[in-house]
């Protein structure tokens, strides 16, 4: 795996390839075991390389296959090698000394924009046509890797984060304040499904699933994936093993070069599926699979509605059924939610909005680093492809109208152990405001810690709403994986553990496969997530399959927080001297949330603070360290070998 970045002069101006040294001085720590770089006058490109897979390093990036006419540098680990190369006629000696990456450029050389139709895996590549002076960008559907880019009249810049990008003088460290501020209030307005969003001002992101073309007419963005059409199989059982196919060749190709492997392991579906199927793959060729389940250190004494805290006497069930998996139990315990909250910047170069997880997923990091294993398996994305519940049909329905077939589903439901208070949040969800759903959970309403101007400022906008409601499910879908976004922090714990986090439910023909089936079979029998329950009878628990509570992390994320507050009093002092967090976030009323630090009986209070203190502490202190990031980049650059 690779950190990639490219600089073009618009304006002619040479020494574009000296410039892109100090590119890729400041992305070393995503890629410490090679740099190498091309520059042609006004162009360059080049890569830092960590090496992960077998092929990794065979051939120095930026790769031409044609003679000089184009170079590709990529991010990729491919999921089709074998077919990919026969397409390309590619002989098999000759495609045992090629990295992914030389692949990527000859597919790339021959088919031009047509190669995503042929591509499979994770990737992020941009190619420069030295003929038409045009670069391209792309990344997967799926958006496993990531990608930005800077653009003025002057300059073209990509890299792969982006700190890379920030090391140029042209491009400002100003931060993306709207973008931060619709962070703090939980829910976002804009229901673009297209987005460039990044945590800075002027750098973008290319979206997941797309192509953008950058030449002297300026920058143009293209899809390069569709869902499939709609999938009719004769009998339910045809489905079931459809995803077990699927979900089979999707975690091997994450195996690749895994050696002993890693998961996560929660009570829910997605990990366990994954964690399931890797057990069953790594017996067969005699390796075993290291799985970590969160634990909380004490009992939640109110859990919310349809929710449970402590998972591990399901993902125990799991691992009871396979002698390969060694089940492993992590708390939090020695790690605050900002105990690592120096090093965000530097690794993720946005705020991490969920803290509290934060802390164990670390303590995960840090034992499978223990242990020397390089690939951790996630279900992070699982919920928008294998485990689609499919309640979104009730809207669905009552957009289009079909009542009788909405009575019959909530009628199922409702059998299968779902309340009515649910069934009609679900089925009205996207038309009722955030404030009376709230209010109807009877949860008291979330502390506002944004500056009274700015609270001022936002009374006459949109309520927020994350979403533009449609009753195409895929599409939803889609929007809400591709939104989801979690390419910059697996590069960052790739970078900080050297763990390179792979999840199977992204996976592009899982994926479509998921996406073309009825939507019926997801509810079958009023059933959520029915397709996963009953197609991996073979490989899950019952208890897990039929539970259909979700898990909670952290619900004790408060203990250990309560532990460090002299350090949390430290960073308040900071956040207040700094104009930047002054303007945009209530300081005072911060200190006296700490001041006023809920107690372990304090449920509610505890809940609050999870979702509006944390988010708002995180936001505060990468907004402090944007203002002088141009500084301790430079810095980064200067010391990197």
Known sequence: MSAIAGLWHRDGAPEARARLGTVLAALHHYGPDARTLWGDGAVASGYCLRKILPEDGMQAQPISPDGGRTHVVADVRLDNRPELTELLRITPNDAAAMSDASIVAHAVAHWGTDCFQYIVGDYSFAAWNSLDQSWLLARDVAGAL?????????????????IGLLALAEVPGEANEEGLLQMLEIAPRASAEVTEWSAFQHIRRVPAGHFIRIDGRGE???????????????????????LREHLNRAVACRLRGAGDAASHLSGGLDSSSVAATAAQLQAQRGAGIVAYTSVP????????????????????????????????LITSEGRSPWHSLDSHFSLYQQPLLNLCNNAWISAIHNDVARRNIKVLLTGSLGNFTISYRG?????????????????????????????????????FAPWIPRTLLMAAKR?????????????????????PSPFAFTADHVRWRMFL????????TRKGTLAAWGV??????????????????????????GLPSALLRNGLADRLPKKVRYETRKGLQATDWHIEAAKALPQLQEEIRKLEKSPSVNGMI???RMRSMMENWPKDDDSEKISSYRYTFLRTLSVGKFLRDAESCKTSINEIASQSP
């Not at 329905?397 to 019959?408: F, K, P, V, Y």
């Not at 994986?481 to 910059?488: E, H, K, N, V, Y």
């Not at 592009?508 to 509810?523: G, N, V």
Request: charged share 30%.
């Open 146 to 162: 990531p990608l930005y880019f800077y653009s003025n009249e002057k300059i073209f810049a990509f890299a792969s984060m982006p």
């Open 220 to 242: 143009r963005t293209f899809e390069h994936w569709r869902p499939p059409a709609e999938l009719r199989l004769k009998r339910p059982e045809d489905y079931y093993e459809g």
């Open 297 to 328: 250190q004490q009992p939640c004494s109110l859990e919310p509605d349809n929710r449970f805290s402590d998972e591990r006497a399901h993902a125990a069930a799991t691992a009871a059924l396979y002698p390969n998996l060694q089940h492993v």
């Open 391 to 427: 309640l979104d049909m009730l809207p669905a329905l009552i957009t289009s109208g079909r009542w009788s077939e909405l009575w019959q589903l909530t009628r199922a439901l409702h059998r299968r152990g779902m309340s009515r208070k649910l069934l009609l949040a679900s089925s």
């Open 443 to 463: 949860s008291p309403p979330l502390p506002n810690l944004l500056h009274p101007d700015h609270k001022e400022k936002r009374r006459g906008l949109p309520p």
């Open 481 to 488: 994986l591709q939104r989801s976004d979690l390419a910059a």
């Open 500 to 525: 390179d986090e792979r999840d199977p439910t992204t996976d592009r023909r899982l994926l479509e496969f998921c996406m073309s089936i009825p939507a019926t079979e997801w509810m079958r029998d």
């Open 586 to 588: 209530d300081i005072p």
